[in-house]
Structure formats: C-alpha cells, structure tokens
C-alpha cells in the first residue's frame, strides 16, 4: 500500500505515542484474552524499542514476546470509506486485533503492514488497537535466528552472544515506526510504480504503472508538476487501462548534485469525477552498470560513505525523527555521499529525506549471516517474500540505486555451502530479484570466510566485499593489512571483470583514547587504518566506493570482544565526532574519482 498521505478523498491521523505495555514471557497473553486488553501500569513510547525505555524492569537484552494497547478516537467522517491500519514496523514478528477481533499477522519486521480494519473501526467512537510484538527468531526467519544449542552444535561457542544472535547488532524489540490509522475511497490507488528514463540531453521519460483497489473507475489521469507549480507533462488513459507514459522536455534529472524532485499527480476517475488522488515526489534519473564504473545519468559516480544502523540512545532502533536530520546533516558536513541501509530497510521517512538531499542509498534485506545448514523451502519463500516487499515499497525512491538481497553469507566458513547448494540459493534469489527490478544493479556483500569463491560473485552485479584486516585478522598490523587488501581486490577483479565496492572497514576506537604509537582501540589507530584503507581502495581503477564501517557507535547483544557498543563509528552513539570523521572530512572533501 501507499504510504498514508491526506487530502479531499483521504485522511490519516498517528496513534497516541504512548502505549500500556505489558511482557509476556510465558505467552499466557492470548490464551488470557489480553486482546480485549490487559491490566498494566507500565508505559512504553512509540515509537521506540522496549530495551533501553524500560531496562529497568530488566528488559534491556528481553527477547520475547510483549503486548501494546491504544485507544484512538476515529472521526465520523471515516464512515463510508476504507478504514486501513499501518504498522510501520514491529520487529520481528506481530499481531493485531482491532477492538478485540484479530485482523491479521505479520512475519516480517523493518517493513510496513497495512490491514483493512473497515469491519471492525467504529467510526465516531472510540477504537481499542492491541498488539503482540516478539522480537524471536527462528531457522526460518529473516533474518535467521539462533540458540545456545545451535551455538553447541556448530562448534561455535567463542561466539556465543547474549542474547543470542547471527548479527553484531541488538535484536530490539518493539513497534519501531509510526502507527497510523487512515481512510481511502473504496476504490482507491493502492499502488503506483514510477519507472524513469533519459532519452537525450534534456528530455526525460516518467512510466506510471498504477495498482488499484476496487473496479469503480473509468479513467486515470496522471500530471507532472515542477518546482514553480507549472504541469509540464500530463496523461490520460483510454478507459480502464493502468499504465501511462509521461515525457518531459527541458528535464532536471535527480542527481546528488541536484536533487530535482518533480510532483507525480494521479486522479482515479469515474465518469468526469474523480474519486481518488494521490501524490508523491519523484526524480528522474538512470543508474547502470558500464565496464567497472558506476553511472548515474551517465556520469561516472564514486560511492563515499557509511554503513549505518538504526539506533540511538534510549529510543533504540525506533524512528527518531531528530536523528534523521541530525545524521544527514553530519553526512553532508564529512562529506558523504551515500550509505548502506546495514541490514534491514531503514524508515520511509530516511528514504524521503534521501530523495530531497541527494544521498545516494543501497537498500538492503535482512538476509544477514545465511546459514545454508539452516535453510529449507520456507526460508526460501520468506526470503523472496521480504525482497518483494521491500522492492515494492522502496521502488519510487531515485535515493535508492542498488538493492542489496543479503549480507554476509557462509560467515561460519561451512564447507557444504561451496557443493553446489549456495550456488542454487542465491541464483534463485537473483532471478527472482530481477524479475522484480531490472533497473537497479543488485549485490551481496561478501565476507572475508566466505572467499573469493562465494558464489554471491557469480550473480552479483558489483562484487560487495566487507573486509576487516588490520582489525580482526592481522591486528594492529596496517602495513600487512594493506597488502592483504590489495591483492584480494585485484585476485576477485581478475575472476569476476566486475566492479568492486568495498562496503565494510573500519577500527573499533574508544574516544578520547589516543596513543603516540599505532594502538587498537585508540582515535589514531582508526583513523591512520581508514586513510590507508581510502588510499588502497582509490587506487584501484575497477572499485566504484568505499563505505565505512560504522557511520556511529552502536548497541549489540553481550560478547567478550563488544565492551556495550560496536565502537566502529567515527561519531559517537550521541554523534560527537571522532578523529577519523575530521579525517574523512578531508579526505572526502578533495577526493580524485568523480562525482
């Protein structure tokens, strides 16, 4: 579904922010009919995770389930219409009822949900909305879970976390995203796919391939606006067909230098009256793959950036709109170009400002450390169902130039990934990627167990690779890291003749901590490993970016080598910046590849 906008023929109000809240490790919830609410003192801010808001009722590492319940008044005025709930996220996995019938599940966190509540909304009255959120995951899930048993029977124990997770980042629990109820006619655009093209120096080409709910029209009518309020393009269809073209002369393409956005106007029509409109801010750009450079309207572009997380003091990884500006505005003062949305889809309202800022995005699924000793049919089906969604909702964003469909596979090293069963996963996971998207390039990061023979390589149009030497392997040995860098870069050029974007390096630093000598852990070293890091990857003609693990220190699950935080960011949790962010700074600021 659309995310929620409000005019003549649509209207939306947030739920309250504040929630009752109640934890439920026992599960005894549902069977105790908490759906028609439940007693409780305890409130919980969304949207927020329960971890840090209430880690004083010992919720901080809580993995499990855990109730929410709201009351909102709906107007009079939704009599008549479609009555829709969006839960922007509840990660991992959520129910809801709706005053005390269930409406529906949801499996996947990171990405909205939209169920029809019109049965059971009593409009001019007041509304109880309860929902179950656990933050469990399983063999199944995306991204996969794990066990302390698991951790026995792969021999893993060193790497036992707790809680226990197949990533180095908290498995927040909560409603992550806003909650919002709205109204939409009855019949209604559900979807509009926004395709765009350059067909010369200033003309440009708008697609628009509209979804829509009910059969009630006859027409659809789309307009194209610019900046000053003037219709450069318009088009109508011949009855009841869904897809129009629109053409534009004297066009500004999106760019990250000039982040042009063009007003898309779509009227559904019955007759000569219109019963549905909806709008939404475009670009038109083109982005492609040529030899071993990146394009983006035909121009050669250098990605210079971060992987990121959602997360942030107290709120966890709930949208914390503060910290959106907050974060682009450091991206801009260092620098930066670009970010990697590490690992899971980041909020609407990041790729929103994205679009209006001209930061260029790899949107990325939660496929994160794949186990294929884990993996059957339904993994399979969740996982192409995710990258579905995904796609769908992160489609119209000209921000979002390359998908990302994993992170990291074969992190254990397994030798049974390589016999041919790896290979059928992730071609599978490609086609079907591209029979959704054929006009982005898509990738898997790679890690430095998996190879170079990881057969992501084969499939992939840029060779993604995260590699941690002079940190993890070779520690505190920079000159050796280097050399080790290099010449992995040029063996998997070599193999593959495909470009290469390094998506992870850095170096733990705790601030304020300084040495005169290089010495983990200290501002200097993490600053000195990522200029060499820069400088190796810049020499390289084929390598179209470089990321930097992290863009900010992060929360993960309890480990002997995480003292609270991933320290990997050049800001700090609360953003004051390290030294490597003033090197960055500078280094950013004067770079040689174009952009």
Not at 71 to 77: G, N, R
Not at 340 to 363: C, K, M
């Amino acid at each position: 579904m659309l995310y929620p906008i409000r005019n003549t023929f649509r209207d939306m109000q947030e739920v309250n922010p504040l929630w009752k809240f109640r934890a439920d490790p026992e599960k005894a919830g549902e069977k105790s009919g908490w759906f028609n609410d439940f007693d409780s003192d305890v409130e919980i801010a969304v949207p927020g995770s329960w971890n840090e808001q209430l880690e004083e009722l010992g919720l901080l590492h809580y993995v499990g389930l855990a109730w929410y319940s709201q009351k909102i008044f709906l107007p009079a005025h939704f009599s008549g219409k479609r009555v829709w709930l969006r839960i922007g996220s509840a990660d991992f996995s959520s129910r809801i009822w709706v005053n005390g019938s269930f409406v529906g599940k949801c499996e996947f966190g990171f990405l909205p949900n939209d169920y029809d509540i019109t049965e059971f909304a009593r409009c001019g009255e007041e509304n109880l909305i309860v929902v179950g959120v656990s933050n469990e995951l399983n063999d199944d899930s995306v991204p996969q879970g794990i066990t302390t048993e698991h951790y026995e029977n792969e021999n893993r124990m060193r790497e036992e976390t707790n809680p226990p997770a197949r990533f180095d980042f908290s498995p927040f629990g909560g409603i992550h995203r806003p909650v919002i109820v709205y109204s939409t006619p009855s019949s209604c655009f559900s979807n509009l796919r926004v395709d765009t093209k350059i067909l010369g120096k200033a003309r440009g080409k708008v697609e628009v391939a509209a979804e829509i709910n009910g059969d009630g029209f006859d027409s659809i009518r789309v307009e194209l606006v610019d900046q000053e309020g003037k219709v450069v393009s318009q088009s109508v269809t011949d009855g009841k067909k869904t897809r129009l073209d629109l053409v534009v002369d004297s066009c500004r393409f999106w760019s990250n230098s000039d982040p042009y956005l063009y007003l898309l106007r779509a009227f559904l029509r019955r007759g000569a009256d219109v019963i549905d409109e909806y709008t939404l801010r475009i670009g038109i750009r083109e982005i492609r793959i040529e030899g071993d450079k990146l394009l983006l309207n035909g121009h050669e572009i250098f990605l210079k950036g971060f992987g990121k997380h959602e997360d942030f003091i107290v709120a966890g990884r709930g949208l914390f709109l503060p910290l959106v500006v907050k974060d682009f505005q450091l991206m801009k003062w260092i620098n930066s170009n670009s970010f990697r949305t590490s690992h899971y889809p980041y909020a609407e309202e990041v790729l929103l400002q994205a679009d209006r800022l001209g930061i260029l995005v790899i949107s990325e699924a939660p496929a994160i450390s794949l186990d294929l000793r884990h993996v059957g049919p339904k993994m399979m089906q969740n996982h192409k169902q995710f990258v579905s969604r995904m796609v769908q909702r992160d489609y119209n964003h000209p921000s979002v130039i390359i998908w990302s469909i994993g992170n990291e596979p074969n992190i254990t090293g397994y030798d049974g990934y390589y016999d041919g069963s790896g290979k059928k996963y992730w071609e599978e996971i490609f086609d079907y990627t591209r029979s959704l998207d054929s006009s982005r390039p898509i990738t898997v990061p790679n890690c430095t167990r998996a190879g170079l023979d990881d057969p992501v390589f084969e499939f992939s149009d840029i060779l993604s690779i995260n590699r941690y030497y002079g940190w993890y392997e070779y520690p505190g040995n920079l000159q050796l890291a280097i050399e080790r860098l290099g010449r992995e870069m040029d063996e998997l050029h070599n193999k593959y003749k495909k470009p290469v974007l390094v998506t992870e390096f850095g170096a733990d630093s705790l601030s304020g901590s300084h040495s005169n000598s290089l010495q983990m852990f200290t501002e200097e070293y993490q600053s000195e490993l990522i200029e060499d890091y820069v400088r190796c990857i810049e020499s390289k003609p084929y390598t179209i970016g470089e990321m930097v693990w992290n863009f900010a220190d992060f929360r993960t699950p309890q480990h002997f080598r995480r003292v609270i935080l991933n320290l990997k960011g050049v800001f700090t949790r609360s953003r004051e910046p390290k030294l490597a962010a003033f090197k960055l700074r500078e280094i950013w600021g004067a770079q040689r590849k174009e952009t």
